[in-house]
């Protein structure tokens, strides 16, 4: 019998269903000398099974995993968000030494892209080696895969190279758990059975409150909850940027993030 792939299911008004034995542990967001998240540091790991079910409602007593609170609490999950691929959801900030790509829906408000004036800004200035190395940090470390930075020079992408894992992201700073984070190009797919913009290098996942849950980014499985996240979708700086340089935006036409910048500003 062969291994089983490697997925997350979204099931109806219920968990996300994890198959074949995909690491599970605890990220953690920490704060640097800018009182800004500057880097993730690891948490509790968790036993390996080759099959579980996260809780989606918030309601479980015994999370990360489902303990089936859901039915009791007539749990609505419904997916609501756009599946528009990656390519129509995202613009790019050309600088010197990158190409920024943003889809500003996909937000997760964890904030790595604010130091040093911003991911946008660092990136319009990414002529400079120092401005190109914090803007491709910056964007790496987000947890969503809002953010991609592609190298000019070669029209690669640059990812972090993670491997298949889940990170259940802690955010101290705000006092919140969440959002579910899938790592290395995990499967994603729906309560229909389809899947949910491909295999995508990282990409979040939200999280019912359980004390005081923080905004989550906008997305296809909870109604409400994403709501409060928007805020964060674009900053003040980044709209300053978009102000100033209207010109430097467009619309990406069709790629994983993962293509090289040639088939993504193909056409």
């Not at 389809?194 to 939200?206: D, W």
Request: charged share 25%; with cysteine; net charge positive.
């Amino acid at each position: 019998m062969g291994k089983r792939a490697q997925k997350v299911t979204v099931t109806r008004n219920g968990p996300y269903a994890v198959s074949g034995r995909i690491p599970l542990q605890k990220e953690i967001i920490l704060i640097g000398g800018e009182g800004e998240p500057e880097k993730w540091g690891k948490g509790k790991k968790y036993p390996q099974k080759e099959s579980y079910d996260l809780c989606r409602c918030g309601n479980s007593k015994n999370k990360p995993y489902c303990d089936g609170s859901h039915k009791a609490s007539h749990f609505q999950g419904t997916e609501t968000a756009s599946r528009e691929p990656y390519s129509k959801l995202a613009r790019k900030i050309r600088g010197g030494g990158i190409i920024l790509c943003d889809a500003p829906s996909l937000c997760s408000a964890a904030r790595f892209c604010h130091p040093n004036g911003g991911v946008w800004s660092l990136a319009a200035r990414s002529g400079n080696p120092k401005a190109k190395k914090a803007a491709i940090r910056e964007a790496c470390n987000c947890p969503s895969g809002r953010l991609v930075a592609i190298e000019r020079k070669t029209g690669k992408a640059i990812e972090p190279g993670l491997k298949k894992s889940i990170g259940l992201v802690e955010d101290p700073q705000n006092a919140c758990s969440g959002p579910i984070w899938l790592k290395g190009g995990i499967i994603l797919v729906g309560a229909d059975g389809k899947k949910i913009r491909g295999a995508q290098p990282r990409h979040a996942l939200p999280l019912r409150p359980f004390a005081q849950q923080a905004v989550l980014r906008r997305n296809p499985h909870l109604s409400r909850v994403q709501r409060r996240g928007q805020a964060f979708a674009q900053s003040e700086k980044e709209r300053e940027l978009n102000s100033a340089q209207p010109g430097q935006l467009a619309l990406l036409p069709r790629p994983l993030v993962h293509e090289p910048v040639e088939q993504i500003s193909r056409g």
